[in-house]
């Protein structure tokens, strides 16, 4: 269930246009597109917000925005 449910998650991003100065830099260093950038250091390593800002170099608020701008919401801690 849980693959299935990443799977799902993963499908839903969006192409994220009017790409900032930032977000070029990025993609040219490390070679991909943010979004996948994103997708691969918040779902697969599970990265937390300010990790991801601390290993790109920018604000923990940036990293906010653009998840926001591909579409993926911030993880909830499960209680259960």
């Known amino acids: 269930i849980l ?3 990443l799977k799902s998650f993963i499908l839903k991003l969006k192409k994220i246009t009017n790409k900032t100065k930032s977000m070029q830099a990025i993609e ?11 997708r691969r250091l918040f779902v697969e ?3 937390s917000q300010a990790e ?4 790109l170099n920018i604000s923990y608020a940036t990293v906010y925005s653009w998840l926001r701008q591909a579409g ?3 993880r909830k801690l499960d209680v259960s």
């Open 3 to 5: 693959r299935y449910a």
């Open 45 to 47: 390593e599970h990265l």
């Open 28 to 38: 040219t260093k490390l070679g991909e597109d943010i979004e996948e950038i994103l």
């Open 72 to 74: 993926v919401r911030s």
């Open 52 to 55: 991801i800002a601390k290993r």
